[in-house]
């Protein structure tokens, strides 16, 4: 297959992203777009460079030149444009993250893969972040096996949606399944083992409070911890503060073994750091030995032209450069459907947990 031909299915903001990024592919282009709101539809096609703009899903899914799908649609519509891409017409898919927002999505998406000949990728682009790779590289090493993980993400509030979507838990299963599930998937990836027990105590504080939409006042939540247990006997903690947008770093990453800690620090988003303060921040990674003590710091600098084409760190890039090898028959998945599920039932359980008072069992 010398050319990827990619159809977006939802036509916003992080689809802009996508685009940009499969722009970069030397063997990558979007060919058909399709979103509700014909103006984000045309303004897509326009950035994919005169792709066609189909008026619906199914006939996106009538395109003759598709040979992949992108789900960058609302996160409640995901299981349900899965269902109508296999009945339809059955082709590789990268489907953003969270996979589902209902619990009971779960088994039907199951049943509905089983035997699907077809590549499925659930994109967590955090895992793809040059200094979030650095960190997975090295963390054995550095640490001589990880026993404790922190994440700690200070960050703005949600950005606007269209039509608001993302204000409401019914529609994004909840900030600990929308934003989190990317975390929840970094502990498993990290620790290599899964979550046995889940407690998190998490809630609306400060954002969107002055908002109403059709007379009802937002439910999003913007401020939590959550701890997870291992089977392997590792720990974990997510920080998450949605109103720190201040904050040098956007992510911080530590994970700490007998032999010592490992550190990776992430600006948010160039776009947003002031002119006023100089250049944004340069992400970093820091190993710290118990012997001999000291702190190495390195610097992960990210392509310019990466940074440029999403707010992501360069990872989106990454993540297509990995799936487009996948569609061309080289390589294999490595965010599996069973990956995106086990990021959301995590998610799903630091909801319940943070509402209940109560730990889950998983």
């Known amino acids: ?215 009802e006042v937002p439910d999003i939540w913007d401020a939590g911890y959550v701890i997870v247990d291992f089977d392997s006997g590792a720990r974990a903690m997510l920080e998450l503060c949605m109103f720190a947008e201040g904050s040098r770093y956007q992510e911080e990453i530590s994970a700490v073994g007998p032999k010592g800690k490992i550190e990776c620090l992430v600006p948010g988003p160039g776009r947003f750091w002031p002119a006023k303060l100089g250049p944004a921040p340069v992400p970093q990674v820091i190993i710290s030995p118990r012997a001999p003590q000291g702190p190495i710091v390195a610097e992960i600098p990210v392509d310019p032209a990466l940074l440029a084409a999403g707010d992501h760190n360069g990872s989106t890039f990454y993540q297509h450069q990995r799936f487009h090898a996948v569609v061309r028959g080289m390589g294999g998945v490595e965010v599996t459907l069973s990956d995106g599920a086990k990021a959301v039932a995590m998610g799903l359980a630091a909801q319940e947990s943070a509402r209940t008072g109560q730990a889950v069992i998983i």
């Open 1 to 215: 297959m010398d050319m990827v031909n990619y159809g977006i299915v939802g036509c916003g903001m992080m689809a802009r992203e996508h685009i940009l990024n499969i722009n970069l592919l030397p063997q990558g282009r979007v060919s058909v777009v399709y979103d509700p709101v014909e103006e984000l539809a045309q303004s897509c096609a326009d950035l994919a460079g005169d792709a066609v703009v189909a008026p619906s899903l199914e006939a996106l899914l009538a395109h003759e030149t598709l040979d992949a799908i992108v789900i960058v649609s609302p996160n409640h519509l995901h299981a349900t444009q899965l269902a109508q891409i296999v009945a339809t017409r059955p082709l590789p898919i990268l489907c953003e993250k969270p996979l589902f927002t209902d619990p009971s999505d779960k088994a039907a998406l199951d049943a509905l893969f089983k035997g699907y000949r077809h590549p499925v990728w659930v994109a967590m682009e955090y895992r793809y972040m040059p200094p979030v790779a650095a960190l997975i590289e090295q963390a054995e090493q550095a640490t001589g096996g990880v026993k404790m993980l922190s994440i700690r993400e200070h960050r703005f509030p949600f950005l606007p949606k269209v039509g608001d979507w993302n204000r409401f838990n019914a529609n994004t299963g909840g900030t600990l399944v929308e934003k989190c599930c990317h975390f929840f998937d970094l502990m498993r990836h990290i620790l290599k083992a899964e979550p046995v027990r889940v407690m998190a105590s998490a809630g609306q504080v400060n954002n969107h409070l002055d908002e109403i939409y059709d007379g």
